[in-house]
């Protein structure tokens, strides 16, 4: 069975830096196409990140592009969100998703993912 465990949620001040991790558990790591999405207070849950297999291709969203990088670990099995420059509204629970999977397209949609963790809250405040 597979378990995700997300880590290193925290309150930080807006310009900060933090790094979430996710410890992926249960199947073979490297089958899975792993992201990071976010949900908001009052808003719907949105795509943040994804990377491929291998890391060779990853993809983030255009408000983050340029802050947050998504990188990931197959000798470890975990995946990792840096996000740097933190502003105010990137305050959200961040979850970690995968997905055992060949398919290469889709995967900026929760929708594709079949396995969730449970979530760390990162909140952006002054």
């Known amino acids: 069975q597979v378990q995700l465990v997300e880590s290193g949620g925290d309150l930080v001040q807006p310009g900060a830096s933090l790094r979430l991790s996710c410890q992926f558990t249960?199947?073979?790591?490297?089958?899975?196409?792993m992201g990071w999405f976010r949900q908001a207070p009052g808003k719907n849950r949105e795509f943040v990140a994804t990377?491929?297999?291998?890391?060779?291709?990853?993809q983030h969203q255009d408000s983050v592009r340029g802050r947050f990088t998504i990188s990931r670990d197959n000798a470890k099995n975990s995946v990792h969100l840096q996000m740097n420059n933190l502003k105010p509204d990137d305050t959200a629970v961040y979850y970690c998703?995968?997905?055992?999977?060949?398919?290469?397209?889709?995967?900026?949609?929760?929708?594709?993912?079949?396995?969730w963790g449970q979530g760390t809250r990162v909140i952006v405040s002054s």
């Open positions: 998703a995968a997905r055992e999977t060949t398919r290469t397209s889709d995967w900026d949609t929760s929708a594709f993912y079949t396995h």
């Open positions: 249960g199947g073979t790591f490297k089958n899975y196409i």
């Open positions: 990377t491929s297999w291998t890391g060779g291709r990853k």
